[in-house]
């Protein structure tokens, strides 16, 4: 069986790199309107060794990848930025990322992809941002690793992203591909990758297409499905809706403020991953790293759902705010017992480094690392930074 000897396969999820904070929600359908000012975004040059296909990796069920997102610029005046210069945090992170896979190369562990959620430049419009700021990092690990392996702003962030991973994703017509949407998946080994747009999230068409792959997949060689986007289900973070103060005179928590795409995701997204024992949600947009589980009964079997949000790729620090307030979620879901756990609480924003995501596959197994670039060990799990997923919550 012939393995990826080249280099990294970085599987992105297109939808958060057209930097959600900026864009109108829009179907994706919509016509590319360019402007006077358009550039031409270079396309990042993939691994001379593409990542083994479906059918040559179906044997496979030790391997690792790695996961983060939210690499853009602080977007603050008189700061170098994205279009300026080559992100020195995101560098140091891939620098980072590119020694661990090193490490592993031996192992029975190798990295074989990179997952990004998403916000990957400041403006998805400009070509400059990505041409300048992002594809000379990325291309670092897809050439140089040494490893085994709608609205008129949105259009042209689209356009731009569509182009840019245009050498590294499954090609329109593809079955694993969601032709006019920057929907995709990917099988490699005993698991599954589905990358859907949650900007679009409540778009009828993108989820009719999510649902009809978990439908069809075959689940006795994919054991691990594993879905990655932009906006998380859950955060404690200032994108988790949460007031953080208790409303005046009361003491009580203020109501959550959730963005329209976390409702649509935890409506319906979430409850189809149920349905089909979805393992993981790989998910960015707050800047730090948080870990949830969710607990469901299905079929008198009780299965877990790890959220995991893994902000840190070089984009400015947030913090802790407050708990999510899960308790209409919960009584939503109430037929399958449905429960949250905040597995991992971040701290203030001075105390969440950069960092990424290693997830370990092994057989029916899985465990995640986190790796930090601050010169202390970045620790989040009760003083360790590794823990098996079957074991970290009852």
Not at 73 to 99: F, K, N, Q, T
Not at 107 to 122: E, I, K, N, Y
Not at 171 to 186: I, M, Q
Not at 279 to 288: E, I
Request: a neutral charge; one cysteine or more; glycine letters at 8%.
């Amino acid at each position: 069986m012939k393995l990826d000897r080249g280099a990294i396969l970085f599987a992105v999820c297109l939808a958060g790199l057209l930097s959600a904070a900026l864009i109108a929600q829009q179907p994706a359908t919509q016509p590319p309107v360019v402007p006077a000012t358009w550039a031409a975004v270079k396309p990042i040059e993939p691994p001379a060794t593409p990542l083994a296909s479906e059918a040559v990796s179906a044997a496979v069920t030790k391997f690792s990848f790695f996961a983060y997102g939210d690499t853009r610029s602080s977007g603050a005046p008189d700061v170098p930025g994205d279009g300026d210069v080559i992100h020195p945090e995101h560098s140091r992170v891939v620098d980072s990322m590119i020694a661990k896979a090193r490490a592993l190369a031996s192992t029975p562990f190798p990295v074989r992809f990179v997952l990004q959620s998403g916000d990957a430049v400041l403006t998805g419009r400009s070509a400059a941002m990505w041409n300048v700021s992002f594809t000379p990092i990325i291309e670092r690990l897809t050439k140089g690793a040494s490893m085994p392996a709608g609205d008129p702003q949105r259009a042209l962030g689209l356009h731009n992203t569509l182009t840019v991973m245009s050498r590294l994703l499954p090609p329109e017509g593809s079955p694993r591909r969601l032709s006019g949407y920057p929907t995709y998946a990917f099988g490699y080994g005993n698991a599954f990758f589905i990358a859907l747009d949650s900007n679009i999230a409540s778009d009828a068409v993108q989820l009719a297409w999510v649902s009809d792959q978990l439908e069809h997949l075959d689940r006795a060689r994919f054991r691990h499905v594993i879905a990655f986007f932009h906006h998380p289900p859950f955060s404690s973070g200032p994108h988790g809706g949460a007031s953080g103060t208790p409303m005046p005179g009361t003491g009580e928590k203020a109501p959550d403020r959730l963005e329209p795409q976390t409702v649509a995701i935890r409506t319906l997204y979430v409850p189809l991953f149920r349905k089909h024992h979805v393992a993981m949600m790989v998910c960015g947009h707050d800047h730090l790293f948080d870990h949830f589980v969710e607990h469901y009964v299905d079929g008198g079997v009780t299965y877990r759902m790890d959220s995991i949000v893994t902000g840190g790729g070089g984009a400015p620090h947030y913090g802790y705010v407050g708990e999510p307030d899960v308790r209409g979620y919960i009584a939503a879901n109430a037929a399958q017992r449905v429960r949250v756990d905040h597995l991992v609480k971040p701290g203030p924003a001075d105390e969440n480094p950069h960092h990424f995501v290693i997830v370990q596959v092994d057989g029916d197994r899985l465990s995640v690392e986190v790796v930090g670039t601050a010169p202390t060990a970045f620790a989040p799990y009760n003083g360790k930074s590794k823990i098996a997923l079957s074991d970290s919550a009852s």
